[in-house]
């Protein structure tokens, strides 16, 4: 949007607003974080570091701690997991259930 600030007038803010006239976004607020159709603050950025590195020892102490919280029924209730009709905890399926 083609925009321009404005000089202080009385109860209206010091942002940049849209020039001219004959639309209905004209006079209103433009670029700002906190206006309508505006820039977003701080975004995310694409070159953030999302998944960090894990040794190899720690992530199998990982997923075994994984398994073993996974046999304690109050824990899995807690997380909103429904095991009222599986028969026993941890239900441990093989390989080719994904394929599914």
């Known amino acids: 949007t083609n925009s321009e ?5 009385r109860a209206v803010s010091r942002i940049t607003r849209v020039r001219g006239g004959g639309t209905h976004m004209s006079g209103q607020g433009a670029y700002g974080n906190m206006c309508r159709y505006g820039r977003m603050f701080a975004p995310t950025k694409t070159w953030r570091k999302w998944h960090r590195r894990l040794n190899r020892k720690m992530r199998r102490y990982d997923i075994c701690s994984a398994v073993a919280a996974s046999a304690l029924p109050a ?26």
């Open 5 to 9: 600030t404005s000089r202080t007038v």
């Open 75 to 100: 824990l899995l209730k807690a997380r909103g997991h429904k095991i009222d009709k599986v028969a026993e905890v941890p239900c441990v399926m093989e390989a080719g259930v994904e394929s599914f």
